[in-house]
């Protein structure tokens, strides 16, 4: 700890400790983070395999990339949301972490596609979408675990399975 808490007002508090992220959080991660993080780095693959000479080439690059970026942003978010009621406010989601997981899913993406199997256009974007949850999920999957304070409560030790629900839905 710094020793420097933040200042929240009452309404903005947040209990760390409760799984449950607002539908808000995990689209502003998604659009906010994770996709101009993928456009920088399909723009970076595209400059490195070289740069259009045309204004039609550089159209269609850039079409091209923002397809591929929606499409793992798209699975993205899909991922968010599929786990965002059992993850907890401290995995940042509209944080950094979303933006590293934009950085790093087009190279995720040419490490699936160089397998060689030839892909049809849809097959492609299916492609893209899961690798857009895989990098959702192993991205967060940290923060869906109970806290350590919730596993020490006495009411989580002895399986008051009533308990145990408001301390972790889902756990029973």
Not at 34 to 52: H, N, R, Y
Not at 131 to 155: K, S, Y
């Amino acid at each position: 700890m710094s020793g420097v808490e933040p200042r929240l007002a009452d309404s903005d508090a947040v209990d760390l400790y409760a799984p449950g992220l607002p539908a808000a959080t995990t689209l502003r991660a998604a659009l906010r983070r994770f996709f101009p993080a993928c456009m920088l780095s399909v723009g970076v693959v595209v400059a490195f395999l070289g740069l259009p000479r045309s204004v039609d080439a550089w159209i269609a690059v850039l079409g091209g990339t923002a397809a591929v970026a929606a499409t793992l942003t798209a699975g993205f978010f899909a991922g968010l949301a599929f786990m965002r009621r059992h993850l907890y406010p401290d995995a940042l989601v509209d944080g950094r972490r979303s933006v590293v997981a934009g950085l790093m899913s087009p190279l995720a993406t040419f490490l699936v596609m160089a397998s060689g199997i030839p892909l049809g256009t849809a097959e492609a974007l299916g492609l893209l979408a899961v690798v857009g949850v895989a990098m959702a999920v192993l991205m967060f999957f940290a923060w869906l675990t109970p806290t350590p304070e919730a596993i020490r409560d006495p009411a989580w030790a002895h399986g008051d399975s009533e308990e145990k629900g408001r301390l972790h839905p889902g756990a029973s």
